[in-house]
């Protein structure tokens, strides 16, 4: 037979310094002006490709 022994959870809740809420702030602005930057050199390398296919005459 198993013996299952008892487990406690202790939550405490804790107020944050404002050091760590800056520093949570500009992580997450960093990542949004990655995220940023990605979708605009893909958007433009995909401009300028089919920019370059209209000038051969090979567009859709």
């Given at each position: 037979?198993l013996?299952?022994?008892?487990m406690?959870?202790?939550h405490?809740?804790t107020?944050?310094?404002?050091?760590?809420?800056?520093?949570?702030?500009?992580?997450?602005?960093?990542?949004?002006?990655?995220?940023?930057?990605?979708?605009?050199?893909?958007a433009?390398?995909?401009?300028?490709?089919?920019?370059?296919?209209?000038?051969?005459?090979?567009?859709?």
């Amino acid at each position: 037979m198993l013996d299952i022994s008892p487990m406690q959870i202790i939550h405490r809740e804790t107020r944050s310094s404002l050091s760590s809420l800056i520093t949570s702030i500009v992580s997450i602005t960093g990542g949004i002006f990655t995220v940023a930057g990605l979708f605009d050199r893909v958007a433009y390398r995909a401009e300028r490709s089919f920019k370059r296919k209209v000038e051969l005459g090979k567009a859709l």
